[in-house]
């Protein structure tokens, strides 16, 4: 199956600091890849969609500013969460589809502290 | 965003019984799709379901697409202690282009006791 991975797969920052997560299509291309964030006993809540070559399109409520999304190649998405505060503590995970299906990679643990 | 209605939230059961766990939404999908997710883990594709009526088995996981295209089920037999997690159903809505947006359900918990 196609395989999704991420970087870092946990990552602790101080309030006010900026964190970059990458999400890579390992062995497939992706010129759409989406990011999503789940809260502890949660679903997943689709945050943005991530476009190749494209701005990416922000869910309602998701703050484009905050959250800012860089798909910079067909196998490199990219979601930096700028001047982070503890309610931005989550576990982030992002997917790339192929054909119907989609595969999801293995999520990032964030700890603002 | 919409969610789909997924039952039951939880589920306790002994080692060796079945599980059936359905979704139901108010509104068509193209595509069924069964995750399971293990904790601090991304879920992992378990079923992909296309076509109304479908029925799709993966080992001791069966999954159907309902005839109305608004719910689908999993069952799972013979359960064993891997089988713990969070089992989630997601649904892709009819859309031209390459729009794969999921609706996700809330997810089932799945406890089994050895």
């Known amino acids: 199956g196609a395989v999704v991975s991420q970087h870092p797969s946990w990552v602790i920052c101080k309030s006010g600091t900026s964190v970059k997560i990458e999400c890579r299509s390992l062995?497939?291309?992706?010129?759409?890849m989406f990011w999503y964030r789940q809260f502890p006993k949660q679903s997943l809540m689709l945050m943005a969609t991530?476009?190749?070559?494209?701005?990416?399109?922000?869910e309602q409520g998701v703050e484009k500013d905050k959250f800012l999304i860089n798909h910079a190649s067909l196998t490199l998405s990219t979601l930096t969460v700028t001047s982070a505060h503890p309610e931005d503590s989550s576990f982030y995970i992002c997917?790339?589809?192929?054909?119907?299906?989609?595969?999801f990679g293995p999520g990032t643990r964030l700890t603002v502290t | 965003g919409q969610q789909l209605n997924q039952s039951p939230q939880s589920m306790f059961i002994q080692e060796g019984e079945d599980v059936s766990m359905n979704c139901t939404s108010s509104?068509?999908?193209?595509?069924w799709l069964w995750y399971k997710q293990d904790p601090g883990e991304g879920p992992v594709l378990l079923i992909a379901?296309?076509?109304?009526?479908e029925l799709t088995s993966n080992g001791r996981l069966t999954a159907q697409f309902g005839i109305t295209r608004k719910d689908s089920f999993l069952n799972i037999s013979a359960s064993i202690p891997s089988d713990v997690g969070i089992y989630f159903c997601?649904?892709?809505?009819?859309?031209?282009?390459?729009?794969?947006?999921?609706?996700f359900g809330k997810g089932t918990l799945l406890t089994v006791n050895p």
């Open positions: 997917s790339a589809p192929v054909l119907d299906e989609q595969y």
């Open positions: 062995d497939f291309q992706a010129t759409t």
């Open positions: 991530s476009n190749e070559g494209s701005k990416a399109t922000y």
């Open positions: 509104s068509i999908f193209n595509t």
């Open positions: 379901l296309y076509k109304a009526g």
């Open positions: 997601a649904g892709q809505p009819p859309s031209g282009g390459s729009n794969y947006k999921l609706t």
